[in-house]
């Protein structure tokens, strides 16, 4: 059962395009949605994170969008760039289950020059 | 850079032998964590520690087992390796963060597994 679904599975965008990738999610116990980045041969790191009580929080060129009613948030990467190119995941925590995050499959993006 | 160390970074072994993932943490943190990444690049949880002497199982089942002895370690093993095995390993550690009151993740570059 997935709890964070994720899409799209790949994304290609050319420089100095948005990019933008959608979760959704059923648990209403979430409170908190980080999104990692992942480059080929390393581990996930944190990029960005949103709690449900504010609509967008922005850093730089990352901006997440929550939709608390929809159940639905996003992350939208603005002026894109090759160094760009990595795994994105989407996330959510649950208090209720010691905290622990559950994630969503993934995006490939692939940002070309 | 990194303050979690994974080893082996790769590792390639026949069927039925015994392997350990070795995992460190130098940051003092009490939460730690086993993700198993498959090639479609989904992350599942495996196993996780909240403390010296705590080990949970994950929400994936895995035939892997985990120790807590020491706050800084958290090695997983597999007692008899098989090819369904073959997968990406990551570990990681948590803090609480002070500003969002959520605990933030630090991975490890992960170790690849292949079993033959």
């Known amino acids: 059962q997935q709890q964070v679904k994720q899409s799209p599975q790949s994304l290609i965008v050319q420089k100095g395009g948005i990019s933008i990738i959608n979760c959704a999610y059923e648990?209403?116990?979430?409170?908190?949605f980080p999104w990692y980045q992942q480059f080929p041969g390393k581990g996930p790191a944190l990029l960005i994170a949103?709690?449900?009580?504010?609509s967008e929080k922005k850093e730089g060129r990352f901006t997440i969008s929550f939709n608390k009613s929809a159940k639905q948030f996003s992350l939208h990467i603005m002026d894109s760039q090759p160094g760009d190119s990595a795994t994105y995941f989407c996330?959510?925590?649950?208090?209720?289950?010691?905290?622990?995050?559950?994630f969503g499959q993934g995006t490939e993006l692939s940002v070309k020059p | 850079e990194a303050d979690i160390y994974q080893t082996p970074r790769y590792l390639v072994i026949g069927t039925g032998k015994k392997i350990t993932l070795e995992c460190s943490q130098t940051?003092?943190?009490?939460?730690m964590y086993w993700y198993q990444q498959d090639p479609g690049m989904e992350l599942h949880l495996i196993h996780y520690?909240?403390?010296?002497?705590?080990?949970e199982k994950g929400d994936l089942s895995s035939e892997s087992t985990v120790s807590r002895i020491r706050t800084e370690h958290f090695p997983l093993t597999l007692e008899s390796a098989r090819p369904s095995h073959t997968s990406q390993y990551l570990c990681?550690?948590?803090?609480?963060?002070?500003?969002?009151?959520?605990?933030?993740?630090?991975f490890g570059a992960g170790s690849r597994l292949t079993v033959l």
């Open positions: 940051m003092g943190h009490d939460k």
């Open positions: 520690s909240y403390g010296v002497n705590s080990t």
């Open positions: 949103i709690r449900p009580d504010v």
């Open positions: 996330a959510a925590r649950s208090g209720n289950q010691g905290g622990k995050l559950i």
């Open positions: 990681a550690s948590s803090a609480r963060d002070g500003l969002s009151g959520a605990n933030v993740l630090t």
């Open positions: 648990n209403t116990a979430f409170d908190y």
